[in-house]
């Protein structure tokens, strides 16, 4: 896919598009955590976090596309060629971000509850604890890569 043609009063899409991704990852990360730590805000956050982690996942393969396209313009820069190769691990963060965020918002909607007084089983502890280390994981990883990649395409341009 050629986003050549894709421009904003002539300027290229990806300094544009990319502050979504830049703004959305780190607050669906955020989201995340907050639901996994907080049973009232995961509520009343409901399908606004997984909904957010798949927005930023179409998003980042429009990044990267467009990224791509603007270093055909600019050429082979060191400083972009870093900002490329960090940019790249970013796909497969931006899908954990949004699996784990979906079944996170599944298990809580649609889990089993127990019965007055009793204790849940061992195995949904688990299943519990699980999902909110996953959450805290890619919640951190993905908005630490976010940040590495900002940082080195701001070098890139700056720098």
């Known amino acids: 896919m050629d986003l050549n043609e894709f421009d904003v009063m002539g300027l290229p899409l990806h300094p544009l598009i990319v502050h979504a991704v830049v703004v959305l990852l780190p607050l669906a990360a955020l989201a995340l955590v907050v639901g996994t730590l907080w049973p009232a805000a995961r509520r009343r956050l409901g399908l606004v976090t997984p909904a957010l982690a798949l927005l930023v996942l179409v998003l980042t393969p429009i990044t990267l ?21 960090l940019a790249r691990m970013l796909p ?6 949004a699996v784990v965020a ?39 990883g993905s908005t ?3 940040v ?12």
């Open 102 to 140: 979906a079944l996170q918002w599944a298990w809580f909607r649609w889990r089993p509850t127990p019965l007055q007084g009793k204790k849940p089983p061992a195995s949904h502890r688990a299943l519990t604890v699980a999902l909110a280390a996953a959450a805290i994981v890619v919640a951190v």
């Open 92 to 97: 497969p963060w931006a899908i954990a971000l």
């Open 144 to 146: 630490a890569l976010v």
């Open 65 to 85: 596309l467009s990224g791509e396209t603007l270093k055909q313009e600019v050429g082979p820069v060191p400083s972009v060629l870093v900002h490329e190769d």
């Open 148 to 159: 590495l990649i900002g940082e080195a395409g701001a070098r890139s341009v700056w720098g």
